[in-house]
């Protein structure tokens, strides 16, 4: 759906785009940048790695499993507002019977983990463990109250609603409702076996990300399908569903979504309150995280201190990154084997982003 050779479609600065190519070089290990302008790709860079090596996303996977909601919703299968235990009876147990559809797409289910964060992430390559673990759960929040990040129950709750809507496996719907259509044949929820060859080895920079590097790197982490932290891809693939969200849901006449369904994935939903589990200020939408200056517009920010506000995406624990700018008509993937402290990984990620971002002006200044 995209012409892989760089071309420019004027009114960028090319002199720009190879800072953040260099930038993204010199980090050293292996990494691969991608940036389009109005559908046309201009950056495409892999060092250390070929452009088809499948990079583990880590959260950057939480939007594939929302739009597979948002679908059901646009169809009419399933209700914004619905409580999850209309389709999921188990689930209603221990206070839970309020928790709709709109909340864990907002991050306001009051359910950021079912057990701790440390026994959710030993149990996430096990299915049945975590959607059972979920049915026991109390929530740590009421329902509809303050954010709360759902680091892996986002993706069981979401997953297990679309396997109870569709009687399908979400890796299954994933397949046939976005990847197929869309031809991204290097996007897979859970690595298959005959893959593995591609996977790029996760590298920790410090004892914390080494013990992370150590335990994702591991087989039954990579094959296993973990909706919200677990899907394997290539920059070029997320390229093309970006480009695709950012042009309204439609790419070389295959449509995933309709426009408004779009537009309300993307609008904002939380507008910097501070995250209870992450304690840290998030603009949230619908499935997304979103761009701009953040409450302090000194602050680097993953998406870059200069994003506009109407920008969204995901980032993936600092590794991994996708992101779309509509006032600039612009989409950037930043594909990562580095875990490394937060702090020198953010600004890692906002260097990549300002250069992209200074490159590529919003369209109505070039269009002056």
Known sequence: MLDWRERDPGGVDRDGLETAAALARDRGGASQLVVVR?????????????????????????????????????RGE????????????????????????????????GLPVARSTARDALAMTDWDASVRALERARPRFPAGGGPAYQYLSFGFLLGELVRRVTGEPVREVLAAEILRPL????????????EWHRHVPLRGRGPGP???????????????????????ATARDLAVLYTLLAAGGSLGGVKLLAPPTVAFATTPTSDGAVDALLRLPIRWSHGFQLGGPGPDPRT???????????????????VCIAWAD?????????????????????????????????ACPPVQLRAA
């Not at 991204?184 to 929820?189: A, I, K, S, V």
Request: proline share 8%; hydrophobic share 40%.
């Open 183 to 194: 031809g991204l044949r290097d996007t897979h929820l859970g690595l298959p076996d005959a």
């Open 326 to 358: 509509p006032q600039r008509r612009l989409v950037t993937v930043y594909l990562t084997d580095r875990l490394e402290p937060r702090p020198a990984a953010v600004a890692a990620q906002n260097a990549v982003a300002e250069a992209v971002l200074a």
């Open 78 to 109: 399933l209700g914004l507002d619905d409580p999850i235990a209309r389709h999921w009876p188990e689930f209603g147990a221990n206070g839970k019977t309020s928790i709709t559809v709109r909340h864990v797409l907002q991050h306001r289910s």
């Open 38 to 74: 109005d559908g046309t790709v201009v950056l495409d860079r892999a060092h250390g790695c070929d452009p088809g090596a499948l990079f583990w996303l880590f959260s950057v996977s939480k939007p594939y499993v929302a739009l597979l909601v948002h679908r059901l919703i646009e």
């Open 210 to 232: 080494q013990v992370t590097a150590a335990f994702v790197n591991r087989r039954a982490v990579r094959r296993a399908v973990i909706p919200a932290a677990g899907v394997s």
């Open 300 to 318: 680097p920010r993953p998406m870059g201190r200069t994003s506009s506000p109407a920008t969204f995406g995901h980032n993936g624990s600092y």
